[in-house]
């Protein structure tokens, strides 16, 4: 009961989506709430291995346009 009343206080768009008792499965609600599972999916298909490599590769990325911006901006 208590939980319904939580449910209550959410806009309509909301509780529809939090609802457990619609027969929909968890992606299927996320689905239809319009959120995007493919990347989820894409990177769940990676080995832990490979995801370390890619978070590797995008933070050395990371490093190196952070240093070209702070460069830049010394400069100027």
């Not at 208590?2 to 929909?24: I, V």
């Not at 990676?46 to 990325?61: F, S, V």
Request: aromatic residues 6%; hydrophobic residues 40%; without cysteine.
């Amino acid at each position: 009961m208590e939980m319904n009343s939580e449910l209550a206080q959410l806009p309509p768009e909301l509780e529809k989506f939090w609802r457990t008792d619609d027969g929909l499965t968890a992606e299927q609600r996320a689905e239809a709430f319009g959120i995007d599972l493919s990347l989820l999916e894409e990177n769940l298909r990676l080995t832990p291995l490979e995801r370390i490599r890619q978070h590797d590769r995008m933070a050395n990325e990371l490093d190196f346009l952070r240093a070209a911006f702070l460069a830049k901006h010394e400069t100027v």
